[in-house]
């Protein structure tokens, strides 16, 4: 095989590699669903949520009819007349029983029980959901930090690459006398210049893409391509449908089940019990002394020191606690949402009119393009016509980058 074509097969291989990795387009969704299934502290919350639906079922055990099997075998001697008196004693005894216990008429207070434990579940839910909304907040923010990059060096690279047209041309006006060397070097610098801002701006897309790589837990090294993510404004809902308000709401509703909790403790316990088995002092009479037993008890608090309205005036501290939080968040709330929408709406008209900028300077580049390769225009002139559009591009994708920041911010507070 030539040397020729074996540059060529070389050259092809190179391209289906840089295609192969380019191509994969991982999307902004697809990071989001690599960091939620990754996160250890939303596997947490998701096996506390698990775990809470056993303690219901714990719960509901407790209320069914309990079996305890209990079994004794006691002998007190009496020597020389020294021991426990067999007036109290008997001597010995031998018992074996199986016994039944159950509250009865305790339905409320079941179900007072189960709302308390299915609030917990929506307390453990909405916290999963808020820490899934702050992560996705984290994750789109460093998406666009490196979608920035990428897109900064991309635009560079392609005035590059019309630079280097240009030092070609001048090289040749160079040799023609039209213009002098200095043009040249003037050229030459400038395009050293935007090669290194291009390293630069790989090097920080490297480093932007392996922290959104941190971020979701992916151990993968490759590089990937990524594109402007499409963020759509959330639509402005009722704040009782917010995630950060509904935290408020489930605290409340906790405060007044632990208020009936409280209320619960004094009313009567009704239990009814049975035991069956032996019990007996005198092995020789054992097989007379099986029997069975059957009762029920009442239990009535009378005083415990006036604890009830203790612990009412510390749920009212609980309580007088939220409201004060909540009332204070309510405020951040509408203040931060605002404060969001004009920014996005200054960021989108500074947007369009940069875009007017960028449009009136690619025209002029154009231009003084055209001049610079008829001879008729100095290199410094053309020079910064490039500088002004290479701001001017720069400004722009730092607007369209700022509106997807604001948006992101507007989409975490309205979930």
Known sequence: ??????????????????????????????????????????KDLSNQIRSNQYDSLITRATYLPQVNFNAMMMYAPVVNDWGYSEVITNGQELMGTLNVNQQIFNKKTK???????????RSLENSRNLNVNELKKAI?????????????????QDILSTLKEEEMVLKLWVQKGTYHQTDYLSVKVEVIQLERN?????FQYKKEFSN?????????TALFKLSLPAIEEILRGSQGNSLFF??????SLQIQTEKLLIDRKYKP?????????LINNEPVYLYQNLGISVGMSLSLPVYDGNQRKLNYSKLRIQEETRKNYQDFFRT????????????????????????????????????????????TLTITDYILALRNLIAAMHEGVQYQIRAQYILNEINFWRQ
């Open 111 to 121: 179900e007072v029980n189960y709302r308390k434990l299915g609030l917990v579940n």
């Open 246 to 251: 509904r935290k408020f709401v489930i605290d």
């Open 332 to 375: 951040q709330y509408s203040l931060q949402l605002r404060q969001l929408k004009d920014e996005l709406d200054n960021v989108r008209i500074l947007a369009h009119d940069n875009q007017k900028q960028i449009d009136l300077v690619k025209m002029l580049v154009a231009q003084e393009r055209a001049e610079l390769n008829s001879g």
């Open 1 to 42: 095989m030539s040397a020729v074509v074996k540059r060529s097969a070389l050259s092809l291989c190179l391209l289906v590699i840089h295609l192969f990795i380019y191509s994969q387009d991982h999307s902004l969704s697809w990071y989001i669903a690599q960091g939620t299934a990754n996160n250890p502290l939303l």
């Open 269 to 277: 316990v009704v239990s009814w019990f049975s035991d069956g088995g």
């Open 198 to 202: 291009i390293k630069n701006l790989e």
């Open 140 to 156: 789109t923010a460093q998406y666009l930090a490196a979608y920035s990059a990428i897109m900064e060096a991309e635009f560079q």
């Open 212 to 220: 959104l790589n941190v971020i979701c837990g992916i151990s993968d």
